[in-house]
């Protein structure tokens, strides 16, 4: 991302000094004032609550149980003795990543075939927003029902059609795909939208050109298209990690976390350990580590992404 | 009818004589009548009124409490504000917690849950109501409540809270279907297993528990645990003897059904409803919801029994929501007068005639309540000393949560039944107390 | 690879099939493509419109019920009874266009000197953005609430509405940047060089080309906004929105009652039917604005 940064900054349109532009300081606070308003934002209710809350992870804070004690890193040790910390760890970078692919892929899909012109094409990209557009915890509870294996319509067509009926939700891996599966279908749309917008902008002619020179759809795509969409492949997919890392309600209304902990998610951790016992230091200690994997695991996405990147 | 009411002070008296089993640590014994101060006899000189008191309740109760809060409305001039509140623990640490740490109360006052409140009152984020309420309320609950209200409402010398509610797992079953068989609902685990399987013939099943995560699972151990003897915070023998029963109904004796673990209480109610279940044990929204099954319902279809004895008796633990004043309510005074108002002798039982969530076994409330309704199962759960107190933990909602996740491993085969124990016990010791 | 994956098409080219029997075939390919898509997004989505005008007591049946049996409103009514519907509404609105219209202007600007002016730290600022992002919501609460309260900014529509705006900048400077860099600065340059200041470039020359982006950015920014949960669920408890009534069915009471199916689904019926409305509306706009940065083009 930060390379495609620069790239473009070499043909900045304000770099070839104009008279009313060319003075360095009025430039500078032209820069300012654009950043301004975002930046605040972010300063004003993240940058600064989040500071707080490192400083927060250092203490053992429960307001139920005063005083405040500085422990050191002993909410940090704690949270990796604590076996649901670590296990949702894990669950957690699978369930992010497993989802973020399958919607990439799906998405493009989607974007692609409503990229086509037919008639009704309107509401077909309505009814594809309907999915994101369902409050997610309408979503946990409706797809819990619909998953159940007496009463579940989606179980009665598994039946009708493969004569399967699978319990989702009391299973190890049958609940660690539905969730999964869930969240896909849930934000799938959202990628497809983004990848329509940017494929409009594609100039058709570019895609035409390709095609006319014998291409197939095929390798049109892979030729022309996806590495001209790239930048928002890269982009919105390490926006789809980093934000499903720190999501909760799905988990939180669909499974509680279980079985067991088999869908249980850093996020909805942090929410237990905050809301439930108001450990508001150990919550900030697994916040910091949530914030951890978000950093790690952004990095190794960011080094595949780029890989692909070259290779295509 | 003189009769009638002494037989009901009787019960109450037989309810008082059980105090002791249900009291949590015996230091605790008999503090319920010995309260603290003396309440003023006349509550403090009402301010001129105009204002606008904000009260919050879960929705379905706000019908009940109009009438009473109408009487008051008219006595101090002030206005009731009524909005639903939170409807679990979790909730109402998430919703009210960031702004009782920040000196500031969206409400005046609340009805609070089990398993927020404890904390709440230690974080000194509640109003005392030593001075506020009279000691003709305390009276009024049955001693068997002393342990109970104790532990669960006050702290430090302190009462925070006043119950309004009385949960209690009953257990309900199909009599029509136990006459047509001439059978008589189970007595002990043995006849649980011996008579569920008569009645079990898929989509039928015997009996049928929500048990999912999250704090479903919790119920019905701490259920289990109340007959089995065990305590469920220290995962012990009576713990594991009780899981090991919850395993054995599902994949042993096959009288509950595996999708049990993934219900939740609306599911399992209408499992109920659909005729697929003869017996189990719900909380007393049950009786409302059953009745009101037009056209399933017709008589005997959900009577109440007592629940059956495991190695510790025939037990059900007990708990429920109460009223609160938060320290930093904007109208502090005015809802303290307005809680000592609603929970008085006079008001208390107008409002468990409008809704089964305000019916204590408070002894203004059963007379008033008579045969009607759910009183008749308080009083048989309360004669066959029935009721056992909820478990405590001074952490509670988080233990209970440690409960949830081990009873769900064990019982979804994710774990052994030591495994899991083991997990549930090392999670406990990191948790303190 | 592609010699695997080859279409309709090329087949053609080699004579496997005539042109009108691969044009035909491309068509079923395409709409049996678009079938199942409709029918993996539809099926959920009638289930829970479905269940909305069900009546309770026949909510759950097996089979399953893939048919309106009892169409009733009851629901609805009973949706109504519990909940200040319109109040809700109205908050729910309030929030999510403001919050939407805040992040896109903040995002706008933001990305616009991100991408066009280079400036030393450019890359700084957008990784800050972009890390940021990372901070889980749920982990700053309790800070964010002693502050807000300091700045008496608990309860009120604008404090909320900074949160949720912020929340959402950076996603969408994301996404701007990019689309900024897809479009020719030609034309700009030209506009600075004939004088025009920096605002007049904003608004007559950019603003007009990156219409569909925005207007697409606004549509997803007032539906995540319009759905957001937990900042107003903490924030505002007198402002409160649909998606908080929402939640308070949705939750598992351990005692009384519990996730009420027949409510819920009626409620989020409530809930999309404006969202929908409201993307029908703008997908004229993101077309109206294709074409006229097609003809400026």
């Not at chain 3, 800070?143 to 900048?169: D, R, V, Y």
Request: net charge neutral; proline share 6%.
């Amino acid at each position: 991302m930060v390379s495609t940064t620069a790239r473009a900054g070499d043909r900045g349109a304000f770099e070839r000094p104009t008279p009313r532009l060319s003075r360095r300081s009025k430039r500078t606070l032209t820069i300012l004032a654009l950043l301004a308003p975002a930046v605040g934002l972010r300063l004003f209710t993240a940058v600064y609550p989040y500071v707080q809350a490192i400083q927060l992870s250092f203490y053992d804070y429960n307001p139920a149980f005063p005083p405040k004690r500085w422990v050191g890193l002993g909410n940090y040790e704690r949270a990796l003795d604590d076996v649901v910390i670590r296990t949702s760890i894990s669950f957690t970078i699978l369930f992010v990543v497993a989802s973020t692919v399958l919607q990439i892929v799906l998405g493009l899909g989607v974007a692609l075939l409503l990229n086509r012109a037919f008639f009704g094409r309107g509401l077909v990209r309505a009814i594809n927003l309907i999915p994101w557009a369902i409050p997610m915890v309408v979503v946990a509870v409706g797809f819990r029902w619909m998953l159940d294996p007496q009463y579940g319509i989606f179980n009665d067509l598994l039946d009708r059609t493969l004569g399967v009926n699978i319990a989702w939700l009391i299973k190890y891996w049958p609940s660690r795909i539905a969730v999964i599966g869930t969240n896909v279908w849930k934000s799938t749309p959202f990628l497809a939208i983004v990848f329509l917008a940017a494929l409009q902008a594609i100039p058709q002619d570019t895609i035409e050109a390709s095609r006319v020179d014998g291409a197939n759809r095929v390798q049109s795509f892979f030729g022309i298209t996806l590495p001209l969409l790239m930048p928002q492949v890269v982009v919105i997919g390490l926006f789809m990690l980093v934000w499903q890392l720190a999501s909760f309600d799905l988990i939180f209304a669909m499974t509680g976390g279980g079985p067991g902990y088999a869908t249980q998610v850093l996020a909805y951790s942090i929410y237990q350990v905050a809301f439930t016992g108001l450990n508001y230091g150990y919550a900030s200690a697994v916040s910091m580590i949530l914030f951890a994997v978000v950093a790690v695991t952004s990095a190794v996405m960011l080094f595949i992404f780029r890989r692909v990147e070259v290779t295509l | 009818m003189t009769q009638q009411r002494l037989s009901r002070r009787t019960l109450i008296r037989g309810t008082g004589a059980t105090a002791a089993g249900l009291i949590v640590g015996g230091k605790l014994v008999g503090s319920a009548s010995a309260s603290p101060r003396r309440a003023p006899a006349v509550i403090k000189q009402r301010s001129q009124g105009g204002k606008t008191i904000t009260l919050a309740v879960q929705a379905f109760a706000h019908d009940a409490l109009r009438p009473v809060l109408a009487k008051w409305e008219e006595q101090t001039g002030h206005t009731v504000k009524l909005e639903s509140g939170p409807v679990t623990g979790q909730e109402m640490v998430t919703q009210y917690a960031p702004q009782f740490q920040s000196e500031t109360s969206p409400v005046d006052i609340f009805s609070d849950a089990d398993d927020s409140s404890p904390t709440f009152q230690r974080a000194g984020w509640l109003e005392p109501l030593d001075d506020v309420i009279p000691q003709e309320t305390w009276d009024d609950f049955p001693e068997s409540f002393a342990g109970q209200i104790e532990t669960w409402h006050s702290f430090d010398g302190h009462r925070y809270r006043v119950p309004h509610e009385f949960a209690i797992g009953y257990t309900f079953y199909r009599k029509d279907w136990f006459d047509e068989k001439g059978l008589e609902a189970p007595k002990t685990w043995e006849e649980v297993v011996s008579i569920g399987k008569e009645f079990t013939a898929p989509p039928v099943y015997g009996t049928l528990e929500a048990i999912s995560k999250p704090g479903l699972a919790y119920v019905y151990v701490a259920y289990l645990c109340a007959q089995s003897g065990g305590n469920v915070f220290d995962f012990d023998d009576g713990t594991a003897e009780a899981l090991q029963f919850a395993y054995d109904l599902i994949y042993t004796h096959q009288i509950m059904p595996e999708t049990a673990l993934s219900l939740n209480y609306d599911q399992q109610n209408v499992e109920y409803t659909n005729d697929h279940v003869a017996f189990m044990r719900q909380w007393p929204f049950f009786y409302d919801v059953s009745r009101g099954t037009s056209p399933w319902y017709s008589e005997g279809k959900a009577e109440i029994a007592l629940p059956p004895a495991g190695p510790a008796g025939a037990k059900s633990w007990w708990g429920g929501w109460g009223w609160s004043v938060p320290k930093f309510a904007p109208n502090k005074e005015e809802a303290l007068d307005l809680l000592a108002f609603i929970t008085s002798v006079e008001n208390a039982p107008i409002l468990a005639q409008g809704q089964s969530f305000f019916a204590t076994p408070r002894k203004s409330i059963m007379d008033a309540l008579g045969d009607s309704g759910i009183a008749p199962a308080m009083k048989l759960y309360a004669d066959n000393d029935v009721p056992s107190a909820r478990p405590f933990h001074p952490r509670v909602a988080e233990a209970q949560s440690i409960v949830d996740d081990v009873a769900s491993l064990f019982l979804t085969k994710q774990a052994s039944l030591t495994e899991a124990l083991e997990q549930g016990k090392e999670r406990m010791k990191a948790l303190g107390s | 690879m592609a010699v695997l994956t080859q279409d309709a098409r090329e087949g053609a080219a080699r004579g496997l099939f005539s042109p009108a029997m691969s044009k035909w075939l491309d068509r079923l390919i395409f709409l049996l493509l678009l079938g199942s898509f409709l029918f993996v997004v539809l099926l959920p989505f009638y289930w829970i419109v479905l269940s909305s005008f069900t009546p309770k007591s026949e909510l759950f049946t097996t089979p399953p019920r893939y048919w309106f049996s009892n169409l009733t409103f009851d629901n609805y009514r009973a949706l109504a009874d519990n909940v200040p519907l319109f109040r809700y509404m109205l908050n729910s609105l309030i929030f999510a266009l403001g919050s939407s219209a805040v992040s896109v202007a903040a995002a706008f600007l933001a990305s616009y000197a991100l991408a066009r002016l280079n400036f030393r730290g450019a890359n700084l600022v957008f990784a800050a953005f972009v890390v940021s992002i990372a901070l889980p919501q749920i982990g700053t609460l309790v800070p964010l609430f002693e502050l807000f309260k300091n700045l008496n900014l608990i309860n009120t529509h604008h404090g909320l509405i900074l949160l949720m705006s912020s929340l959402m900048t950076p996603f969408t400077v994301w996404i701007l940047v990019p689309f900024l860099r897809q479009i020719p600065f030609e034309i700009e340059e030209a506009a600075v060089v004939d004088g025009a200041r920096l605002h007049q470039v904003l608004w007559q020359i950019v603003l007009p080309m990156m219409r569909p982006a925005l207007a697409t950015l606004f549509i997803i920014n007032f539906i995540i906004s319009w759905n957001e949960l937990l900042y107003p669920l903490v924030f505002a408890q007198r402002q409160r929105t649909l998606s908080v009534g929402l939640v308070q069915l949705a939750v598992q009471p351990t005692a009384g009652g519990g996730r009420p199916w027949d409510l819920l689904s009626a409620m989020s019926v409530t809930m999309i039917v404006p969202v929908l409305i409201l993307v029908l509306l703008f997908q004229r706009l993101i077309v109206a604005g294709l074409t006229r940065g097609a003809l400026k083009g």
